[in-house]
């Protein structure tokens, strides 16, 4: 298999240099193929790993040295969705599509099939990067909500990339990956969970950067989707991972949007489905209690009664 990343231009004599003189190990075991290349010689010391699964890769570049009179690079593939995370103490200068960039420590850039190239000579420092490739399909066949993955979907596919400011989360979960000795039957599950929670706090990162009509858009959803399943009491953080908005921005918005909280609206709506069933059928109360997400009677008589003035059964009477 061919690596991803050249130290050297693959026409060179220095090329076939490195190649031949570097530790290679691979191996596959229940969908998942690790691959190693390590160098320690005078021209560079540092290695290459990576993680292959059926929809996406994770792979490490850690150059500790570079010894050699001729520029090395490492070039990652045009064609993806990849996720690059700066792992060392310093920033690191690349380019992307043949534009300057900076990264600096803990930082991470998602790029969207664009040339990403990074130079190393003798000045470089240690560079120690962490890139994440997410094949064609993968973010599809995640089968999230579908407010998230327009989410997603919207977000891998901006015109200009989006660079993920140093974050604790991020980082430990980084570490989580790095550190990870999980068996062989376990390590396609990890590494997919691991894939996961990135993505997800990427978009708590961004989302207070969304624009009001997704901010709205979002809110709407979850109106909706109370609304037409009044019978589920949903709790916050519920409602959080099915939209992509952590609990407090979620309440925030919220309530900015309808001027009512989360809990309001929900009772609103199961008050008015309860005055319309007791009018309009002779269902029992405690069936109607059932119907509207209340687990007893009697709370839905008290929550009844306080938004109306009078008792489920007083409603009904009036309305024979």
């Known amino acids: 298999m061919k690596l991803n990343v050249l130290l050297a231009p693959e026409n060179s004599s220095y090329f076939n240099y490195l190649n031949n003189n570097s530790d290679y190990i691979n191996t596959k075991n229940n969908g998942v193929y690790e691959e190693e290349k390590s160098w320690n010689n005078d021209k560079v010391k540092g290695f290459y790993q990576s993680i292959l699964l059926s929809s996406f890769s994770i792979n490490r ?65 240690t560079i120690d990067l962490l890139v994440i490739e997410f094949n064609e399909g993968y973010f599809e066949h995640l089968q999230l909500p579908k407010i998230l993955s327009e989410t997603l979907f919207s977000l891998f596919n901006k015109n200009t990339n989006f660079i993920i400011q140093k974050d604790l989360k991020i980082h430990k979960i980084l570490l989580d990956i790095l550190d990870h000795h999980q068996n062989n039957l376990g390590k396609f599950l990890y590494y997919s969970s691991k894939v996961v929670a990135i993505l997800s706090e990427i978009i708590r990162l961004q989302e207070i950067e969304q624009p009001d009509h997704i901010i709205k858009s979002k809110v709407e959803f979850i109106k909706q989707l109370i609304t037409e399943n009044i019978h589920v009491q949903y709790s916050i953080p519920d409602l959080s991972k099915e939209v992509g908005i952590n609990e407090s921005y979620l309440k925030k918005y919220f309530k900015k949007y309808t001027n009512e909280t989360i809990f309001e609206f929900a009772n609103r709506k199961r008050i008015e489905h309860a005055k319309s069933l007791l009018c309009t059928t002779r269902l029992p109360i405690g069936q109607i209690t059932e119907q509207i997400g209340f687990q007893h009677a009697s709370h839905f008589s008290y929550a009844f009664k306080k938004a109306i003035g009078c008792t489920p059964y007083q409603y009904r009477s009036r309305c024979l």
């Not at 520029?71 to 920033?91: A, C, E, R, T």
């Open 61 to 125: 570049y850690n150059i500790k040295e570079y010894l050699s009179d001729e520029n090395g690079f490492i070039v990652l593939n045009p064609n993806k969705k990849i996720l690059v995370f700066n792992l060392s103490d310093l920033q690191i200068e690349y380019q992307v599509n043949n534009t300057e960039r900076v990264l600096r420590s803990l930082e991470g850039e998602l790029i969207n099939q664009q040339q990403f190239e990074l130079q190393i000579n003798k000045l470089s420092k």
